[in-house]
């Protein structure tokens, strides 16, 4: 039998493309916007804090001590 000497460069060769286009960049937007996380804070009794470096936070009032 003869083997055959083009598979291994063929599974080389599909094993590069595989690789780069799993590292394609797709930019996607954000989950939700900043009006939606401030909806949804206000909702469970939170106040939104926006902050231009993180996108903001959804800040509770700790419970206190009696």
């Known amino acids: 039998m003869r083997r055959s000497l083009a598979a291994p460069p063929m599974a080389g ?4 493309v595989v ?4 590292c ?3 930019a996607f937007g954000p989950a939700y916007t900043e009006e939606e996380q401030a909806h949804y804070c206000a909702l469970r009794g939170g106040w939104w804090r ?3 470096l993180l996108g903001g936070h959804c800040e509770f009032e700790a419970a206190g001590f009696l």
């Open 13 to 16: 060769l599909l094993l590069a």
């Open 19 to 22: 690789a780069l286009a799993g």
């Open 24 to 26: 394609g960049t797709v």
């Open 50 to 52: 926006p902050d231009a």
